[in-house]
């Protein structure tokens, strides 16, 4: 199955139109053409509507949102959703300040998320603002470890029903959860952190995913976040090898994407279903 | 002639102004460095005019285009013709929003461009927006290959008759054009177009060899668009030597055009007269 | 005491809010955690004050002001100043054009800064905003040579002496300078002039350790501009060694910051007090 989501990424080069900050952008732009899509940025009121109509997916990321993009992302969204296009909502900083988290409460309400992708404290904010009404005292703590994971699993699966959108978790473990059904990736590299829009980047490539299989989403999203765990450990050993850094890190991993392929994939998924 | 545009860019440190998209901003600075230029982005409009007058060139890229970077361009733009400055045009996505073709319609209504660079699909929108009653039936079609190479060279001629500008087509074959000359560059490599920017950076380097030179706009753009692909080559190279992928040819790329001198530009220059 | 400063950084992780331009903000944010730190870009209004309050500085940038993003950098260096963090600022830029010198000038008056850096055209066109009467006539020429290094630093005295703040003059010699002490900082390499961001990279390098070490704000500065130099010319001799060019030197740059420890800053600082 992932061979097949992969080669239809290749196949199909999916437009993704990404509304998003402009801290991480090109990388995120990068990304998407290294995964097998091609991006598009646009964020004005006056043509998000026309774009998204061209694109096969919207991934909307709120990490240097302002006024004038809200709208944009509101347009965008409500395009999206008229089409039946994949949307990938990134709460980036959801909690870190009302203007963010009433933000990500007024998408939730206006837009139906295929994919929810966020570390732990964003997707706890996501949980208040989906329906919630017990607050998040159910919610496990903001690392994932082998202590509260089955808790975090279970939290997953209700922000999955509450907002109808497959929710990626993802930290030192990464957690994919659909209502139903839930696995965990045990891919990645702790540099991941200490480079900015590892994150970022993961949306937007499960945008690129979502976009080729729009009936498999939440298999695209497991790929996507697999992919790239795979693309950081990859990554790591390279930095080692040159005697790099973080910025070399950087540079390894959008690499490492554009060279995946299915024989890569396969061997170093990991992945459990839960 | 070649190696003069060169000398006289390196000598002359041309401040290139550019209102450009933030998705490639931090690559279009690196490459003008590299090439012997100065960038400077400055997008407010109460500081555009006064930014231009102490440049020696203006490139406008509507890449990321909203309301209030329109205005700034316009401004910047005519400022730049009082002056007589070069002033470059790199129409992104033209064509694909209202929004976008709009604003290079009015772009080519109030401004006048020394150079309008793209790939074929935006230079036929520059075409129908410069005067043209034909609609675009004439244009050949939007990839160039060997087979409808005259139709298209024929064509960047009609452009630049409509425009006053020298155009530039770029993709696997080059073209540049002006009303009564031509010539195609075969130089560049296929993964240009797996990052972001490379498009962007050209309209920018576009900029700086016109800035230094802004008697022979002609040959400053065909230098360009020949050393562009030429550093685009010399990356690829380095890539498989490296073992690397897309975003190491984006960093190689950068780098060959910061260590570019006669010697390799002369000695790899694939430049046709048609 | 510089072993403490960096020990410091590694163990707080301060958090830096950046209002910064959109040229250099994915390499600032990288160097931020490169160094130890964490940045947070955030820049509108509705959000600035409640962000500010989560962190440990504010650097503010002025390279790509516009009037949205001036507005949030009063609130947010006003909220700073109510808290007593440390405010960098960073007027790239000042005496360009008007918009940015009256930024400056603005900024100047509102806000407390702990520490100004900049070259010396920009902190002339500082001393100016700062209630100097008596123009820049006393103000060195451009670039830091030995010959005006005397009436450098104390220029670079006069202008802490009516702002309050620890001077940077950052250029071939770096300038760090306090009212009553100062030291020149021979580290660096040419080759940062050639790549952008250099500057910003630093200003945002000193917020996170000064975040982390607010009452040692003259030492943890020169520290920043010592480790920063340090990096350039370690990254310097990395791209002879792989035969790079500009962009391979950026990259250097930041690995460096993020492989950098005691043994290596201390082995490198070239610092003399004046």
Do not use: W
Request: net charge negative; proline share 3%; aromatic share 4%.
């Amino acid at each position: 199955m992932f061979e097949q989501i992969l080669e239809t990424v290749k196949n199909k080069t999916p437009l993704v139109h990404n509304i998003t900050n402009y801290v991480t952008v090109n990388d995120v732009a990068n990304i998407v053409l290294a995964c097998g899509g091609s991006p598009i940025m646009a964020d004005d009121a006056k043509e998000v509507e026309e774009i998204t109509r061209i694109c096969s997916s919207l991934v909307i990321n709120i990490g240097t949102l302002n006024e004038r993009t809200v709208e944009s992302m509101i347009l965008a969204g409500k395009t999206a959703n008229e089409l039946g296009l994949p949307v990938i909502l990134d709460p980036v900083g959801a909690g870190a300040s009302s203007l963010r988290t009433k933000t990500v409460f007024r998408l939730l309400e206006d837009i139906t998320f295929s994919v929810i992708r966020g570390n732990m404290s964003e997707i706890k904010t996501v949980y208040e603002g989906s329906g919630n009404t017990k607050g998040v005292d159910a919610a496990p703590d903001d690392a994932v470890v082998e202590g509260n994971l089955e808790e975090a699993i279970a939290f997953a699966k209700r922000v999955s029903q509450q907002t109808g959108a497959t929710i990626a978790i993802t930290g030192a473990i990464d957690i994919v959860a659909n209502q139903d059904e839930a696995c965990i990736v045990r891919n990645g590299h702790p540099m991941m952190a200490k480079i900015t829009g590892s994150g970022c980047m993961l949306s937007s490539v499960i945008g690129a995913y979502c976009g080729a299989n729009p009936n498999h989403i939440f298999t695209s999203t497991i790929a996507a976040v697999s992919a790239m765990g795979l693309c950081g450990e990859q990554a790591y050993k390279k930095v080692v090898e040159t005697n790099g850094g973080t910025s070399s890190f950087r540079m390894f991993l959008i690499d490492y994407m554009s060279k995946l392929d299915n024989v890569l994939l396969k061997g170093g998924m990991k992945i459990e279903d839960r």
